[in-house]
């Protein structure tokens, strides 16, 4: 059973519970997400835009913590609540670092794709590609994004 950027739509104790019901012993429930943060040309024209457009934004205030932190502090949490079903083995937590590279149009096609832009109105989703776009532009009309590929993984223990 895979769960992809999807999990954290899920509560995290039901959702663990529920797989073990329908994964056979040794079967593999797979949790992963991507996680990324634009080069700080591109992210600080992003931030000041989005705080600018949408004056309460759901990530406004992380207290300094990276995007990245927060999102393995989830994952060790959804290992936490497989390992409390008493259903699965021991939970494995893995971490893959990549990099891709985008021309600024590749970059402004995905965008509205990830976090609370896929929220916006097209006015405000418009203003913000404006701005995202324009940095692009200042350093070369591309950029490559570094992310970091999370997954908790547990296989379902034998039946009792």
């Keep these: 059973?895979?769960?992809?950027?999807?999990?954290?739509?899920v509560d995290p104790a039901s959702g663990a519970?529920?797989?073990?019901?329908?994964?056979?012993?040794g079967g593999r429930l797979v949790i992963f997400g991507h996680v990324f943060e634009p080069p700080a040309e591109v992210a600080e024209p992003l931030a000041?835009?989005?705080?600018?457009?949408?004056?309460?934004?759901?990530?406004?205030?992380?207290?300094?913590?990276?995007?990245l932190d927060i999102y393995q502090a989830m994952y060790a949490k959804f290992a936490d609540k497989i390992r409390e079903t008493g259903q699965f083995r021991?939970?494995?937590?893995?971490?893959?670092?990549?990099?891709?590279s985008y021309t600024r149009d590749q970059w402004l096609a995905l965008l509205p794709t990830t976090g609370g832009l896929t929220r916006l109105h097209p006015d405000q989703l418009a203003d913000i590609l404006d701005e995202v776009g324009t940095a692009i532009d200042a350093?070369?009309?591309?950029?490559?994004?570094?992310?970091?590929?999370l997954a908790t993984s547990a296989a379902r223990a034998s039946a009792p």
């Design 1 to 9: 059973m895979i769960a992809a950027q999807s999990w954290h739509w």
């Design 17 to 25: 519970a529920k797989a073990a019901t329908v994964l056979r012993p």
């Design 48 to 67: 000041a835009a989005y705080r600018r457009v949408v004056p309460d934004p759901l990530l406004a205030d992380r207290s300094g913590r990276r995007l």
């Design 90 to 100: 021991e939970p494995e937590q893995w971490r893959f670092d990549w990099e891709q």
């Design 139 to 149: 350093v070369g009309g591309a950029i490559t994004m570094p992310y970091t590929t």
